[in-house]
């Protein structure tokens, strides 16, 4: 079992950055594929980005690619995901999650993601 605890959320304004940290306990994450994802209330949660364990790639969503950036410290057994250049409408819950260990293949369905943080709230005013 993984456990994972999100930081690093706050309120700022339109065009300030953000970095969020998802801190994982009770196992390496080393070779766990690692994702954010995001929700704002009343809707579905979605996929924001991750970061396969085997060949390091990162993917993102198409609202937040060259702004957001997700990048991995194993040896920190933490995951980051940087928001720059942030819009109103970046506003949400943002998750931490992690697929099975040795699971192939960047997914961005929230159903192949078997752990999950507790979220942290971003909010940004225009």
């Known amino acids: 079992q993984v456990q994972l605890v999100e930081s690093g959320g706050g309120l700022v304004q339109a065009e300030d950055s953000l970095r969020l940290s998802c801190a994982a306990s009770?196992?390496?994450?080393?070779?766990?594929?690692m994702g954010w994802f995001r929700r704002v209330l009343g809707k579905e949660r979605e996929f924001v980005a991750a970061?396969?364990?085997?060949?390091?790639?990162?993917y993102y969503a198409d609202s937040v690619k060259g702004r957001f950036t997700i990048s991995r410290d194993n040896a920190e057994n933490t995951v980051y995901l940087q928001m720059n250049s942030l819009k109103p409408e970046d506003t949400a819950v943002y998750y931490c999650?992690?697929?099975?260990?040795?699971?192939?293949?960047?997914?961005?369905?929230?159903?192949?993601?078997?752990?999950w943080g507790r979220g942290t709230q971003v909010t940004v005013s225009s």
């Open positions: 970061t396969n364990w085997n060949d390091g790639a990162a």
């Open positions: 009770g196992r390496t994450i080393r070779r766990q594929t």
């Open positions: 999650a992690a697929r099975n260990p040795y699971s192939r293949g960047t997914t961005r369905a929230s159903t192949d993601y078997n752990y």
